[in-house]
């Protein structure tokens, strides 16, 4: 069963349901070129059936790693920048308590990410943090050459070393990166790292459900296993040709025709903060596939009801270029109800006795009219719960819909050469041979 449902009725009058229909023969010759390998980048397709490809005890390798360090650190440091950092840190706030690392050693380590930017006091207050736990490392860099994470792991490697010394330092790093290139490779077979492969057809931002999502997330305690039964699912929903029978690429669909009529900011809208880091993941997953020759949705996102009070003016009222997606909870996990006060100073006794899940429903209703009537198409994507199942799908649903989107705006979703730029300009003023 789907656990996500997609409402497209605040897309009228902007696109009409014909207006998708037509896109259905394009849908088709982009599914086959991905299906078949015959689109552009096909050598990045591994992603595609992950899913039902991944075998049992690949997963049970990876929960019995994870069970291992889970049992000998207090802190665990994932180190990694954008598709491998992302996907992991959207699972772990996802699925975890707002709050998990202030909650002690609740059976497992707390959680920390490094190495995705090259701040110093960033890194030196994680060093204050965790000088006096226990850590654990995971570097998982797909090229093994990223300059952020490749800093960071140096100061931490240093870090353990010093710690437990050479020998025991090396059981409490986990290394995940290519199977045979990359300088990283080279380090973890040097000093004899625990290694854990990425596929080399699987890109950064398509690498969630593979260790580089999956074996942090088992740390962090989550059901990998239920994780991987949603996204197999998704595989099945998401599968088929047919828009009608497709969320993935109806979405994909309305997201083109949206763009194609001026609207080229997607702007992700979440009621839930526990979803900040999944429209983090989502914004990379979309924005490093689309944005290439001079084309591409720009992708956006915002929290409500707390952006409301900051954005929401520009989403009613600025300019009309945008259109909104709002990703929405269907159930929290548990239900508080708003208390009745004797003298109702605060005026709030007609919501006494209702639940938050009822006011934040109103608040997504009522938000997204009131966008509609602005001029701001948008739909809704709900997501049941916050479960692993339905986060799987949820993953696997953005990865099929912007893979569609790229191939129906013609671009390779699966590269990313806009990104070398910076790099390039930023070796050169650090003097990097070569440079
Ligand atoms: O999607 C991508 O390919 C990128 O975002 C990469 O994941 C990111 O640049 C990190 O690369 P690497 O894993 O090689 O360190």
């Known amino acids: 069963m789907p656990n996500l449902s997609l409402d497209c ?24 070129q991905l299906e078949k390998g015959t689109g552009l980048g096909s050598d990045y397709l591994g992603w595609l059936h992950l899913p039902s490809g991944v075998s049992d005890s690949v997963l049970a390798d990876i929960q ?16 990694g920048i954008g598709g491998s950092y992302l996907g992991a840190r959207a699972g772990i706030s996802f699925l975890s308590s707002s709050f998990f690392n202030q909650f002690g050693r609740h059976g497992g380590p707390e959680i920390y990410f490094a190495g995705q930017n090259i ?99 088992a740390v962090a305690g989550i059901n990998i296993q239920e994780l991987m039964e949603g996204a197999r699912q998704a595989e099945k929903l998401y599968s088929n040709p047919s828009l009608d029978q497709n969320d993935a690429y109806y979405y994909a669909v309305t997201r083109q025709l949206l763009y194609k009529k001026g609207k080229t900011t997607e702007i992700l809208a979440t009621f839930q903060p526990a ?46 270029n945008i259109f909104e997606t709002f990703l929405v909870l269907e159930s929290s996990r548990r239900q508080l109800k708003i208390p009745a006060f004797k003298n109702d100073a605060d005026g709030l006794n007609y919501l006494a006795g209702e639940t938050l899940d009822a006011v934040n429903e109103k608040a997504w209703l009522g938000t997204a009219s009131a966008h509609k009537e602005g001029g701001v198409p948008n739909m809704t994507l709900k997501i049941k719960d916050r479960s692993p199942y339905s986060l799987g799908q949820a993953f696997y649903f953005f990865e099929r819909a912007v893979a569609m989107t790229g191939y129906l705006n013609g671009v390779n979703p699966f590269d990313q050469p806009g990104v070398e730029f910076y790099k390039k300009n930023m070796f050169k003023l650090l003097g990097k041979p070569g440079f």
């Open 9 to 32: 009725e605040n897309l009228q009058p902007f696109i009409s349901d014909q207006e998708v229909n037509d896109y259905q023969s394009q849908v088709g010759l982009c599914h086959d």
């Open 64 to 79: 019995s790693t994870a069970d291992s360090l889970r049992n000998v650190c207090d802190a665990f440091i994932v180190v």
């Open 119 to 217: 701040s110093s006091d960033y890194h030196a207050d994680l060093f204050d943090l965790v000088g006096g736990r226990d850590v654990s490392l995971n570097v998982i860099s797909k090229s093994g050459t990223t300059t952020e994470p490749a800093i960071a792991f140096r100061l931490l490697k240093e870090m353990v070393e010093n710690k437990y010394g050479a020998d025991v330092a090396r059981d409490r790093i986990v290394v995940t990166t290519d199977s045979s290139k990359g300088a990283l490779k080279s380090l973890a077979d040097e000093l004899g790292y625990r290694t854990f492969v990425i596929p080399d057809d699987v890109g950064g931002r398509y690498s969630v459900l593979t260790p580089v999502g999956l074996f942090p997330m």
């Open 275 to 320: 979803f900040s880091y999944l429209a983090d993941w989502w914004k990379q997953l979309a924005g490093e596939s689309e944005g290439k020759n001079l084309k591409g949705i720009f992708p956006s996102s915002v929290e409500f009801t707390s952006d409301l009070h900051s954005m929401g003016q520009w989403i009613q009222e600025g300019n009309r």
